[in-house]
């Protein structure tokens, strides 16, 4: 199995800034693309942003230009940076990976259990 762990979430004022950290750690055979997600209260899960392992980055356009999302293939982390934090950047933040386990072949995506990124105005 695969487990993602994020940490870094918390509380900021407004135009703060705050990173957060996710690691994979199990058993496979390499990751694909990591990347982040949020889902605000009564709201959907949404896409932030994503790394490729070659490292093409996507971003929404929502964070573009204030969110940062790097990686260490070796070390199997991603992380988002993210600046100039506003009001409607509060969410749980989720890190996914797309993970090729047993079978190269196959990718199976994971998710973390999310952390809480609260934005005071």
């Known amino acids: 199995q695969v487990q993602l762990v994020e940490s870094g979430g918390g ?26 997600y949020r889902q605000a209260p009564g709201k959907q899960r949404e896409p932030v942003a ?16 204030r969110f940062t999302i790097s990686r260490d293939n070796a070390e199997n982390t991603v992380n988002l940076e993210m600046n100039s934090l506003k009001p409607e950047d509060a969410a749980v933040y989720y890190c996914n990976a797309a993970v090729r386990t047993t ?15 609260t934005v005071s105005s």
Do not use: E, H, P
Not at 50 to 65: M, Q
Not at 103 to 117: E, L, N, P
């Open 11 to 36: 509380s900021v004022q407004a135009g703060g800034s705050l990173r957060l950290s996710c690691a994979a750690s199990g058993s496979f055979i390499s990751i694909d693309t990591m990347g982040w």
């Open 50 to 65: 994503a790394l490729t392992r070659s490292g093409s980055a996507n971003y929404a356009d929502s964070v573009k230009g």
């Open 103 to 117: 079978d190269w072949r196959q990718v199976q995506a994971f998710w973390g259990r999310g952390t809480q990124v």
